[in-house]
């Protein structure tokens, strides 16, 4: 998948996630549920993470996983998420505690 892509799908899948979870009482319970534990992404970083991953608990750039003694496994592939902040568009990886080893 090249950058641009990778781009286009990042901007269309938090939209595609909330088709999926405004489509009933349940997904958006479980969707507030999945939120809760990931109130400092915004809510669309919250979509995109949700579409790709929806049993992820705490996510975080390895950068904060490692100042807090844990590492990402070798081979593991992180979340992508669209840097909204970013005018040049960057994508930026996050990491499930799952996806990490150490104390």
Partial sequence: MTRSEKL???KTIADNAIEKITDNKDS???FLSFYSNL??????EALTIYEQNPNVT?????Q?????????QRGVHGIPLLDEDDIRQ????????SDTYGD
């Fill in 8 to 10: 286009t799908y990042l």
């Fill in 39 to 44: 109130h400092q992404f915004t809510f669309r």
């Fill in 58 to 62: 705490m996510c975080k750039e390895i």
């Fill in 28 to 30: 958006w319970r479980n």
């Fill in 64 to 72: 904060s996983w490692n100042k807090v003694g844990r590492r990402v």
């Fill in 90 to 97: 960057e994508i930026r990886y996050v990491f499930d505690v």
